[in-house]
């Protein structure tokens, strides 16, 4: 015996099909096409215009002058002074005959070096790099002598550095301006 659904539920009647009218887009005038184009050539000119403009005004990194003045040469002693390391990474080195000036960067990859009195000498201590006082290595990986920055002596007496000129070639930097005759203190 098979049983017949007591409420059967009758199809969906089919609505008719209206197909829904599609306007093509309006096509593009010729006018339209060249204005288009010239608006786009003023755009990339403008842009160029205003790229060229500011290449005229850099960024500008106001960074502090490189020269200093280190104060007066008859107040440093024969030998290294440090009094200047922490504050502009610079020794002042006093000799029998007269002054210069190093940048306390080690040649290699530009750790701090310390002076060490006892051994006459400048260690880095990142890698190792040995220095003499006249800043020529004697030992490590770093491939130049330490820089001499150039110094000057002002009317007033004091010592003027200026890091921004510097010299490690020997020959050149015994001379002036990276070396002061004593003489003339």
């Not at 093509?24 to 060229?52: E, N, V």
């Not at 990986?141 to 550095?161: M, N, Q, S």
Request: proline fraction near 11%.
């Amino acid at each position: 015996m098979s049983q017949a659904n007591p409420n059967p539920i009758p199809p969906a009647p089919s609505a008719p099909a209206s197909p829904k009218e599609v306007k093509p887009a309006a096509p593009i005038s010729r006018g339209d096409f060249l204005w288009a184009g010239w608006g786009m050539l003023a755009a990339f000119f403008a842009a160029t215009a205003a790229a060229g403009a500011r290449f005229m005004f850099p960024n500008v990194i106001y960074e502090p002058s490189q020269k200093f003045n280190a104060g007066p040469a008859a107040g440093f002693d024969l030998g290294v002074s440090t009094k200047w390391l922490n504050e502009q990474r610079v020794w002042i080195v006093r000799t029998s005959t007269g002054f210069y000036a190093m940048w306390a960067r080690c040649t290699h990859l530009g750790c701090t070096p310390n002076w060490w009195g006892d051994q006459n000498r400048f260690k880095c201590p990142c890698h190792g790099s040995n220095y003499t006082m006249e800043g020529d290595v004697i030992a490590g990986p770093a491939p130049t002598p330490l820089w001499r920055a150039k110094v000057e002596l002002a009317p007033t007496g004091d010592l003027i550095v200026d890091k921004a000129i510097l010299e490690n070639k020997p020959g050149k930097r015994e001379n002036p301006p990276y070396f002061v005759d004593f003489a003339s203190v």
